[in-house]
């Protein structure tokens, strides 16, 4: 059996699908938004699964190119007059493209693997099943596309297929609204876009997508492998039932992802020595990047007395909204997207701001000012009304005598701590 497979993957249009699919998404992941996923494991297998919305067409469409073999070749008829039964001659061309897709799947992987290696140290189990589903969608598309092309086996079928497959894709948000639930059940891409990176996708939205999934590859396989029409009316009950398991295990609720957090993602891993710092255990592999830049930010917040004696990273989410815990000790760090430049200097302006839900805190120009007169320069946003501003309040607290400066800035301080103004 292998070397027949072997023999289909270079004698069908398996090999050049999948360096097709490869090579589109590697250039999605470097070339088309790169700040998506540069965090995690997690991220970037979301971020694989949001570009199946490229993929996927692509997939069905050289199902479709490779469906009209037979009558691109004149063989139909002579191949019907054979014993051997059409199963035996559908199987390897079956595992061909299956084979070479999800090898493509996960090169693609493999490559945005190139960025993480070394820094994402925190592998949670929930990537393998969005892995897992992200192969099984391209499976699934590329049989049905097998079929679909062996029924209509015109030149058209292919190009069409795939515009048709991409508008399916967009359409499914707007088709089931109110219900989002039912568009995570049928759309391998949907809420898999901008993951923060304490974001998971819940083991019963993947075992949903599974079933529906898996139920249409098996649909495809018979309908490209059934000779009379009685099997391929019977191949439409697997997609029935399937789609049936799919909306019962799917807990029927909205934004499912978009509101899920990887609790054991937050929790904070420390350097061992002092002064305390600690960042998210998605984050640990910065670890070695953060310490130095937090441990100078410590030593610039020190000349405030009862100043922050540790660095957290700031934990909090914004979907749901969950602040990070705040007390005088300690000093939270911001890591966005992986920017590790300028934390001393992040550190320092987040130790005087108050919270996202913060309503009676620290204007934030003074947070600003009180920040750079530690800093030692003048104040710079990328909001000019608000430097033009904070730099009016810096010069106000420069010219101020050294005692009354140091009681200003920890009066800023307890403000942004205390929620107080």
């Known amino acids: 059996m292998s070397r027949i497979l072997r023999i289909e993957i270079r004698r069908s249009a398996a090999l050049g699908s999948a360096l097709i699919l490869l090579v ?32 996927w067409p692509l997939a ?19 191949l019907a007059t054979t014993p051997r039964p059409r199963v035996h001659r559908a199987v390897p061309t079956l595992l061909a493209m299956a084979v070479t897709l999800t090898a493509g799947y996960l090169l693609m992987g493999a490559a945005g693997a190139v960025s993480l290696v070394g820094t994402a140290l925190y ?5 393998l099943t969005v892995t897992v589903v992200g192969v099984l969608s391209l499976v699934a598309a590329v049989w049905v596309g097998l079929a679909i092309g062996r029924l209509l086996p015109w030149l058209v079928t292919a190009p069409l297929l795939a515009v048709a497959g991409l508008g399916l894709l967009l359409t499914i948000p707007g088709a089931t609204r109110p219900r989002g639930w039912l568009a995570l059940v049928f759309s391998p891409i949907y809420e898999m876009n901008m993951p923060d990176a304490y974001t998971t996708v819940p083991g019963r939205v993947s075992a949903a997508q599974a079933s529906w999934l898996g139920a249409l590859a098996i649909t495809g396989l018979l309908l490209f492998a059934a000779r009379g029409w009685r099997i391929r009316v019977a ?48 984050h640990e592999g910065l670890l070695p990047q953060v310490v130095p830049q937090a441990r100078a930010a410590l030593a610039l917040l020190a000349r405030l007395p009862g100043g922050p004696t540790r660095v957290n990273e700031d934990t909090t989410t914004y979907i749901p909204y969950v602040p990070a815990p705040r007390n005088a000790g300690v000093a939270l760090v911001p890591i966005r997207n992986g920017e590790m430049d300028d934390l001393t200097q992040e550190i320092v302006i987040a130790a005087f701001a108050g919270s996202y839900d913060c309503p009676n805190g620290p204007d934030w120009r003074d947070s600003l000012a009180a920040a750079y007169l530690l800093i030692g320069r ?22 101020l005598p050294a005692g009354q400066a140091t009681a200003r800035l920890v009066a800023i301080r307890q403000a942004a701590v205390g929620c107080t103004s």
Request: charged share 20%; net charge negative; with cysteine.
């Open 123 to 127: 592998l949670p189990p929930a990537v």
């Open 60 to 78: 069905l469409a050289a199902g479709a190119w490779e469906g009209r073999r037979e009558r691109q070749a004149n063989m139909t008829e002579l």
């Open 24 to 55: 589109a998404g590697v250039a999605l992941l470097y070339l088309f938004d790169e700040t998506d996923w540069p965090t995690g494991w997690m991220q970037l297998a979301m971020t694989q699964r949001l570009y199946l919305a490229v993929l």
């Open 378 to 399: 003048q104040p710079v946003t990328e909001e000019a009304d608000d430097t033009a501003a904070a730099v009016v309040r810096w010069q106000q607290l420069r010219a």
């Open 235 to 282: 191949a439409l009950l697997p997609v029935v039932l399937g789609a049936t398991l799919a909306i019962a295990v799917m807990p029927h609720q909205n934004r499912l992802v978009v509101d899920s957090v990887d609790h054991a993602a937050q929790v904070l891993v420390c350097a061992p020595d002092e002064p305390r710092v600690c960042v998210s255990r998605v």
